[in-house]
């Protein structure tokens, strides 16, 4: 049996289908990548090792918040109207658009919105002086209140009291009138009163 060996001529080139890799870039990628891990990690010990930043205490708005200016108006928006003119309600601080009044009301007293502000989230402690004042300022406010509910009671008893004492002069005067026209009524004489054409003055009797 003959067996025939296939094999290459000295001069033909063997090709290597295998996928070749530059060496050189990519250790040149691989150090970049390095040094900005390194950079970022020396930025963070450099914040950690600052001081932290001082926010104020949480305090309460000195504004009212406008939610009712723009209701049953309409708008029209094209690609160059701005962001603060794009519908729903614009927040400047963060410079955002929130598209409802819950969700706008949610944002102003969240953190992120605090924080763009310069606050904290933390309220100020109170001291027992402040407490006391702020018991005094209340007990102030109901004693005025009850004054002036107090003044507008005593007015309307006044001028239900002056009323009635119209509506008394109104019947004392009618009745005074009455009485006069029945006096002289009664001091008519009865011959008299028929010739003058006033007997209808006198009683009628019933005949049966």
């Not at 990628?29 to 914040?47: F, G, N, T």
């Not at 160059?80 to 969700?103: A, E, F, H, L, R």
């Not at 004054?147 to 002056?162: C, G, P, V, W």
């Not at 005067?173 to 009485?179: A, C, E, H, L, V």
Request: glycine share 6%.
């Amino acid at each position: 049996m003959a067996v025939n060996y296939a094999g290459t001529s000295s001069g033909s080139r063997v090709e290597d289908h295998r996928r070749k890799w530059d060496r050189d870039e990519y250790e040149k990628l691989a150090k970049e990548r390095l040094d900005q891990e390194l950079e970022a990690q020396a930025e963070k010990e450099r914040r950690r090792k600052e001081p932290p930043v001082k926010r104020e205490l949480l305090k309460q708005r000195d504004y009212k918040v406008d939610l009712d200016s723009k209701l049953g108006k309409s708008q029209v928006i094209t690609k160059t109207t701005p962001s603060s003119q794009m519908g729903g309600y614009y927040c400047d601080v963060c410079d955002c658009v929130v598209k409802d009044s819950i969700n706008f009301l949610d944002h102003i007293n969240g953190k992120k919105h605090q924080r763009n502000l310069g606050m904290s989230m933390n309220v100020e402690r109170s001291s027992l002086d402040q407490v006391k004042k702020r018991f005094e300022m209340n007990k102030k406010k109901v004693e005025e209140k009850k004054k002036d509910y107090d003044f507008e009671a005593r007015l309307q008893e006044l001028k239900e009291e002056e009323e009635k004492h119209k509506a008394y002069q109104r019947e004392k005067r009618k009745d005074r009138k009455r009485r006069a026209d029945d006096g002289v009524i009664d001091r008519i004489d009865p011959d008299m009163a028929s010739m003058m054409g006033f007997a209808g003055f006198g009683s009628i009797k019933k005949k049966f």
